[in-house]
């Protein structure tokens, strides 16, 4: 009976699992060119439609924010440099989302800031105490 139940669900998750999986073989790929060609028409066509547009923030929470800012962080201080000052301070100010480290109590030293675009997600400033 235990063994008909495992051998149920093991094969109930590989057809799962294989249903789900892709490959470039099965998606269309627009190419590098197609990109070129979307990237030019953004730059010069203003018309164009655009979710972004200035009035609306698009970045509307915290925790979309931060993680939006992790990976950049990661990339420039390090993974492990940037967790450890973990839980985050983010505060929406001005349309900005404000976003920092924390130190344990008696530390020395300092945190990340970065300061990241409510409306357009564009990061304004990058940088690290000593």
Same mark, same amino acid.
Not at 16 to 31: E, H, P, Y
Not at 109 to 114: A, E, K, P, R, S
């Given at each position: ?10 094969? @109930? ?57 992790? +990976? ?14 973990? +839980? ?14 924390? @130190? ?27």
């Amino acid at each position: 009976m235990m063994k008909n139940i495992v051998i149920y669900f093991s094969t @109930l998750f590989l057809l799962t699992f294989s249903a789900c999986a892709q490959t470039k073989s099965d998606r269309v790929i627009l190419g590098k060119s197609y990109a070129q060609q979307e990237l030019k028409s953004s730059l010069t066509n203003k018309k164009q439609h655009n979710v972004i547009d200035y009035k609306s923030m698009i970045i509307k929470d915290s925790v979309t924010a931060i993680n939006m800012a992790e +990976p950049v962080l990661f990339s420039v201080y390090g993974k492990s440099n940037i967790i450890e000052q973990k +839980p985050y301070e983010a505060y929406l100010i001005d349309g900005y989302w404000l976003i920092n480290g924390t @130190l344990p109590k008696g530390y020395m030293g300092g945190t990340f800031l970065i300061i990241i675009n409510a409306f357009d997600g564009k990061i304004i400033k990058i940088t690290h105490g000593k």
